[in-house]
Nanobody
């Protein structure tokens, strides 16, 4: 089994910062990529940021470039999303997604999703 668990959400004032964590655990052979998505009320889930696990290449949605930074700790199988200059429009449930090849099963890697963590930006 593989699990992906997010943490670090909360309530923050406009202009503030939060750091989200996404930890993968279980029978992991290889992680390919970790990504963050978000879903605001009444809207579709949208991509926020991603990081390739081996090379560390990062990619961002235009709406968060320059404000959010994704990073990883390979030893901990954990990705982080540092969010600065938060605005009310960043309010959403943030989901972590990871493409992981399970140990001992071979074949193709699978997509794993966390349960989500709420981020609310409000004064």
């Amino acid at each position: 089994q593989v699990q992906v668990v997010e943490s670090g959400g909360g309530l923050v004032q406009p202009g503030g910062s939060l750091r989200l964590s996404c930890a993968a655990s279980g029978s992991i052979f290889s992680i390919y990529v970790m990504r963050w998505f978000r879903q605001a009320p009444g809207k579709e889930r949208e991509f926020v940021a991603g990081i390739s696990w081996s090379g560390g290449s990062t990619f961002y949605a235009d709406s968060v470039k320059g404000r959010f930074t994704i990073s990883r700790d390979n030893a901990k199988n954990t990705a982080y999303l540092q969010m600065n200059s938060l605005q009310p429009e960043d309010t959403a449930v943030y989901y972590c997604n990871s493409v992981i090849l399970r140990a001992g099963v071979g074949g193709r890697p699978d997509d794993y999703w966390g349960q989500g963590t709420q981020v609310t930006v409000s004064s």
